[in-house]
């Protein structure tokens, strides 16, 4: 145990939270702002309303007092406009792409005690485990290689034997994995980490080997419910060691960060309005805002005490699709994530609000892609919550396409460069979207003849050869260019982007 608590003791770099305090010792979430914000704006006025989705489409950040307004919008007509411009807004700034990616656990040893976590410490019914290079690549060849994904969340329980240079050691493995398959090969081209907050130092190395987004959620933003889900003497129940995770990734060099709050801890609007402050803290210090905002809704966990007293506070559909709203309107160039926690119909109903990645063919016990059948008693004890969308990368990506969403396998923004910054300004100049376009094109074209069924083929075609005209006629300079790569791909040749 001396190793393990002496690492513990070790994680914490005090000044590493200090230097980005007020000057006054506090940290940029104010309750007492929020609670006024929302206080003040609880009867707004639709002509109020109407206004601020005119700012959300100009694609400006909302002030506080804007996101406190929408928040407390009860009107159908209103909600309805605000839906409205969440696709808007979603298609102005992302097109018609929806990005799918699949979560990976490596690690379910944890030293914290999180209450709604099945993975804490002390819950001797979770069965431990972190993965072998061997058992790695055995997730790998099923994810790659049969189901298609391109993009990982890798996901680590905190704890010496899934620390920085184990999480170095799995992203590179990963990396280098290839296996062949209908036409081509398959292969893992962005590695994202969720992973406990860490040191500049840590960062850094992890930056170097080249992580895509590097993701923690703050869980519930509010000083006192933090305290109580989070066991004084933990890591974890450092708040403000949490909650500057993303100034340090920054200061490391990490470009794109994900936040994000576990929704159903304590009250969702206060927790949306934290969302908007931490974004605007990153925009204001380091010009840039968070890559991504992910919004999980607690689910039921094996041997979770503390599900139990936060029912209170648990979402109802309806609000859980009003806060992903206010949370489009508010940051409007930051990518959403909507997770598998959700069930199918409500995911398939969310999509439209403005969503920009979601995962598919979802498993989160360790080793579940390759080892388990569906269904294995087992498999909750070896997981952290209860999935509640289970369908196939091959479904999900049917789903889109019957909306009329391209799923894009696209990964070349990291790879040449066009990630924090450079991504926003090339959004906003519309330039970002052209490149895309042209890449979810080629990557839908490998991803169909590698992997999809016979179905999602038919559906598929008739999208890919509308993508086509389109470039045609908006972006004539590149057709040809698209159509060369385009061809290659039909050949098998892999990995082509611009
Ligand atoms: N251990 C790291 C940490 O806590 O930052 C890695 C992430 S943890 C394995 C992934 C995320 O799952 C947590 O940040 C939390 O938001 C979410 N989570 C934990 N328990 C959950 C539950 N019962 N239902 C839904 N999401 C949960
Ligand atoms: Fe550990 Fe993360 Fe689960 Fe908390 S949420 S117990 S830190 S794995």
Avoid at 259 to 268: D, R, Y
Avoid at 303 to 332: Q, Y
Avoid at 365 to 392: C, N
Wanted: glycine letters at 6%; hydrophobic letters at 35%.
């Amino acid at each position: 145990m001396g190793r393990v608590s002496d690492w513990a003791n070790s994680r914490i770099i005090q000044d590493q939270i200090d230097r980005y305090l007020r000057p006054d010792g506090t940290d940029f979430i104010d309750e007492a702002l929020i609670e006024k914000c929302l206080e003040e704006q609880k009867a707004p006025s639709a002509d109020y309303i109407r206004q601020i989705i005119l700012k959300s489409r100009e694609l400006e950040t909302l002030l506080p007092e804007e996101t406190a307004a929408l928040l407390n919008v009860t009107d159908p007509e209103l909600i309805a406009e605000m839906e409205k411009a969440a696709l808007e807004i979603k298609l102005k700034v992302y097109d018609n792409r929806i990005v799918t990616f699949a979560p990976l656990y490596l690690s379910s040893k944890c030293i914290n005690g999180c209450t709604y976590c099945s993975f804490r410490e002390g819950n001797e019914d979770s069965v431990r485990r972190v993965l072998t290079m061997e058992e790695i690549d055995r997730e790998i060849k099923t994810l790659a290689g049969q189901i298609g994904h391109k993009r990982l969340i890798c996901v680590y329980g905190e704890h010496p034997d899934s620390d920085a240079n184990y999480i170095a050691d799995t992203v590179k493995a990963i990396y280098n994995a290839k296996y062949t398959t209908r036409k081509g090969y398959g292969q893992i081209r962005r590695v994202n980490i969720n992973a406990a907050p860490m040191s500049i130092e840590d960062l850094h190395m992890l930056n170097e080997i080249g992580i895509g987004t590097y993701q923690v959620f703050q869980e519930t933003y509010h000083h006192k419910t933090y305290d109580e889900v989070h066991p004084k003497g933990t890591v974890k129940g450092d708040y403000r060691w949490r909650l500057y995770a993303m100034h340090r990734a920054m200061d490391a060099g990490v470009q794109d960060v994900g936040i994000g709050a576990l929704f159903g801890l304590t009250e969702w609007k206060f927790e949306v309005m934290s969302l908007l402050l931490h974004s605007r803290e990153l925009e204001d210090r380091f010009g840039v805002g968070p890559h991504t905002i992910s919004f999980p809704r607690l689910e039921p966990a094996d041997n979770a005490p503390g599900l139990e007293d936060t029912k209170d506070f648990h979402l109802t559909d309806d609000e859980f699709k009003h806060a992903v709203l206010c949370i489009r309107l508010s940051v409007p160039y930051t990518g959403m994530i909507l997770t598998a926690r959700e069930n199918a119909e409500l995911r398939d109903k969310i999509i439209s609000l403005g969503i920009t990645q979601t995962d598919a063919s979802t498993r989160i016990g360790l080793g579940a892609y390759a080892e388990t059948e569906q269904g294995d008693d087992q498999e909750a004890k070896r997981q952290q919550f209860i999935v509640g969308d289970t369908r196939s990368l091959d479904e999900v990506v049917q789903m889109l396409a019957k909306k009329g969403f391209i799923t894009s396998f696209c990964t070349a923004g990291y790879r040449c460069g066009r990630t924090g910054q450079k991504i926003l300004d090339a959004l906003k100049s519309g330039h970002e979207g052209k490149f895309c376009k042209l890449n979810a094109i080629i990557t839908y074209r490998e991803w169909l003849d590698d992997f999809a069924s016979p179905e999602t083929i038919a559906l598929a075609e008739p999208i890919i050869r509308r993508e086509i005209q389109e470039v045609k006629d908006t972006n004539p300079k590149m057709f040809d260019a698209l159509m060369k790569y385009y061809g290659k791909t039909e050949q098998g040749e892999r990995d082509l982007y611009f």
